[in-house]
């Protein structure tokens, strides 16, 4: 497949109460499609965060999702601006450049970043990390791409969004 030159179109979702940041690495062609992250309806995100917050419903539309995530003080973006990609295949970016995720930061109370998948974090550390001054914890792709996580299992990594609470703790992991 084809590499394309592809620029971020969906605008960060936060205010200045967010204090969480979900990082993913690239909207997919999906999600670029349907104007919103986590767009492919086989993807786990929406299910997970859903189960992770205790909602009875998972938020369907591009405001529930909104609504969701201001809601739990989740801020949500990419860590890419732009960059050459074969698809949805993270492992095919080449000439990345990141979103200033700094910036963002400066204008909320984010204090915990997690990244979506390992690109997603070694990109982060590459690029934004020292800028933020904050750590990264990794949590595993809710894309529909890694099949050896379940929604449980997906849960079950990400339930640290809710339960981690107060100051970063030094330790970081890398998934």
């Known amino acids: 497949m084809d590499s394309t030159k592809i620029f971020h179109n969906i605008d960060p979702v936060y205010d200045e109460n967010s204090e969480s940041l979900i ?3 690239m909207p997919s062609p999906k999600s670029r499609e349907t104007g919103f ?21 998972i938020p369907e539309t591009i405001e529930e999702k909104k609504v969701f995530l201001i ?3 989740i801020a949500l973006w990419d860590v890419l601006r732009s960059c050459q990609i074969s698809g949805a295949s993270d492992q095919s970016i080449k000439d990345p450049v990141p979103n200033d995720i700094a910036g963002l ?18 990109l982060y550390r590459r690029f934004c990390m020292e800028a933020t001054g904050i750590k990264n914890i ?11 996580f379940s929604i449980e299992k997906l849960v079950n990594e990400y339930i640290i969004i809710r339960e981690r609470s107060g100051d970063f703790l030094s330790e970081v992991f890398y998934l």
Not at 41 to 57: D, G, L, R, S, Y
């Open 71 to 73: 809601k739990n003080h």
């Open 37 to 57: 992250y986590y767009g492919h309806p086989k993807n786990k995100f929406w299910p997970v965060m859903a189960a992770v917050f205790e909602e009875e419903k």
């Open 23 to 25: 990082l993913g690495t």
């Open 138 to 148: 990794g949590l595993p792709s809710t894309s529909p791409a890694n099949c050896r």
């Open 105 to 122: 930061v400066s204008k909320t109370k984010i204090k915990k970043i997690f990244t979506t998948g390992k690109k997603a974090g070694e």
